[in-house]
């Protein structure tokens, strides 16, 4: 009696990006790990009555895609609540409302948002008027896209206690109008009123939207995701992870990262349960690195740049914590055991994030791994300085395509050119991802992007550092496993590691490059399971 598996795939097109057999036809797992790859009849033997057998009828099957920063509740949140990205007017707006009103119990809050109104026929803000003929029941909340701002209906004013007479907060605004009556529109810190009386999340809702992101994600062909920025939307966040990821209702392997602001220093270290660091958890859900915010974004002009941005051309951004506290933070994280993650956009933020690495970790700091996030602004001498340090990049290649417009009318033309850079990072570890919900999450779009390098608008953004497609999928694999600590378990259909794959219609190194985002995910395997199927 030979040794069966529990799971096969046969008929197949394997890429396997592991080095000692590239290609492959077949491959076999057991309890959830692959037990080999190789030919048809090479695997057939593996074959017994309990083997799952999936013949993928000559799709190609990569390593499952692995996104190394996304926003996972929050893009759940945005696919069960009212939804308003796509709205061009303020109809639609008001009638998806009146959806989300048709079905959800009077009283209970109507949350969501995503709306441009410069994407809108009528050029304006909704106002509460629009809101309140559907929604007479509920309080409604709607965020702008920007996050700068937002839009209530009567109910939700009402229970906030704002009225004519409320004074506007320092540094926020309540838009009035004519008559001195609020209009709904609640600008930078006055939507704190609002906030302030939103109930929190329950666990159910909490798991309800990390179920709808763990569907579309599998649907996406993602079988890992790192959460960026986890603990600080609901109340009981770790344990709706912890239960959806038992329960089968998120597929994917999940690491999560915790908030250094969620964090108390105590006798510098982070009192954090019991002393818990990154990589504590189950090979289904873990803790991750601590972020460190050290700047704000390129769009809103709040990443801390070296010199004024283009537009606005007084303001440089800035830096949301000194030198001496990042130097600290770090320190207290790294002692403590944990990797360290630092949001940093402009380049003065790199700087800093590069130089309280180095103080704390020394010339040897790539062994722990630090990793900075977005690195977009990345002037030459901090290329080099990121090469030497080996820090980890974790780069958002859709941002190219989705925010590169916008980037350019930031920075200008010569500092556009190291932004997010691709091909100048050859040597340095790379790790891609979406930071979804902030753009499109998908996997071939983030990859078709970085290979096209291609704008919205249909303009080329610094070609020179397009990647090819091989590169970007070891990004989107293996380099994603890497910044996780998870290279020897992950990122390559190699014996002994988890059988996580997907399941392509069309190979992406043989497809034009324009067709790379429409290639159908046929299906995703997690752990030599079946978690999605075309
Ligand atoms: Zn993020």
Redesign the pocket.
């Known amino acids: 009696m030979s040794m069966k598996a529990d799971f096969v795939v046969r008929h197949a097109r394997i890429r396997t990006m592991w080095d000692e057999l590239p290609f492959a036809e077949a491959l076999a797992a057991w309890r959830g790990r692959i037990l080999a790859v190789g030919r048809d009849e090479e695997i057939a033997d593996l074959i017994g009555p309990g083997t799952r057998v999936l013949d993928a009828g000559g799709g190609v099957v990569l390593p499952g895609f692995h996104d190394a ?3 996972i509740l929050l893009f759940g949140l945005s696919l069960v609540e009212v939804n308003v990205r796509g709205a061009t007017t303020i109809a639609e707006i008001v009638e998806a409302v009146a959806a989300h009103a048709h079905r959800t119990p009077p009283g209970r809050w109507i949350r969501g948002g995503g709306y441009n109104e410069n994407k809108l026929q009528e050029r304006r803000h909704p106002t509460r008027h629009d809101l309140d003929p559907v929604s007479p029941h509920h309080p409604v909340w709607l965020s702008h896209v920007s996050g700068h701002m937002g839009i209530a209906n009567s109910r939700a004013l009402a229970i906030a206690g704002i009225t004519r007479e409320t004074p506007d907060p320092p540094g926020g605004r309540i838009v009035r109008d004519a008559e001195g009556e609020p209009t709904g529109l609640l600008l930078e810190t006055a939507q704190e009123l609002i906030k302030r009386v939103l109930p929190p999340y329950t666990l159910e809702e909490t798991k309800a939207a990390l179920e709808a992101a763990g569907r579309q994600m599998a649907a996406e062909g993602i079988t890992a995701a790192q959460d ?2 986890a603990g600080w939307i609901a109340p009981e966040e770790f344990r709706a992870y912890q239960e959806a990821v038992v329960e089968g209702l998120l597929p994917q392997r999940i690491w999560l990262m915790v908030d250094v602001e969620r964090l108390t220093l105590r006798d510098g270290r982070f009192d954090f349960a019991f002393g818990l660091h990154t990589g504590f958890g189950s090979e289904r859900l873990k803790l991750g690195a601590i972020k460190i915010f050290t700047d704000g974004s390129l769009i809103g002009r709040t990443a801390a740049l070296r010199q004024p941005y283009m537009d606005p051309p007084d303001v440089t951004g800035m830096l949301v914590k000194d030198p001496r506290t990042l130097v600290e933070l770090i320190r207290c994280a790294h002692t403590g055991g944990w990797q360290v993650a630092m ?1 940093a956009i402009g380049d003065r933020a790199i700087e800093a994030a590069l130089e309280a690495i180095e103080e704390v970790m020394g010339p040897e700091a790539g062994r722990f791994r630090p990793r900075i ?2 690195c977009g602004v990345l002037a030459p001498d901090l290329l080099e300085r990121l090469r030497r340090l080996q820090v980890v990049v974790v780069t958002q290649p859709r941002f190219i395509y989705e925010l590169g417009d916008g980037f350019r009318g930031a920075l200008g033309e010569e500092r556009a050119r190291w932004t997010y850079p691709l091909a100048s990072l050859r040597g340095v570890p790379l790790a891609f991802s979406s ?1 979804r919900p ?1 753009v499109d999450g998908a996997p071939l779009k983030g990859i078709q992007a970085a290979v096209l390098r291609c704008t919205q608008s249909g303009n080329p953004f610094v070609l020179e550092e397009a990647f090819t497609v091989e590169e970007a999928l070891r990004a989107y694999t293996i380099g994603a496993a890497y910044a996780a600590f998870a290279e020897s378990e992950l990122g390559a259909l190699a014996p002994g590691r988890w059988a996580d794959l997907v399941v392509l219609g069309e190979d992406p190194l043989e497809v034009n490059p324009e067709r790379l985002a429409e290639i159908p995910v046929l299906v995703t395997v997690v752990g030599g399971k079946i978690v999605w199927e075309q």
């Open positions: 920063h996304c926003h960026a920025w949001h996030e977005h930071d902030v």
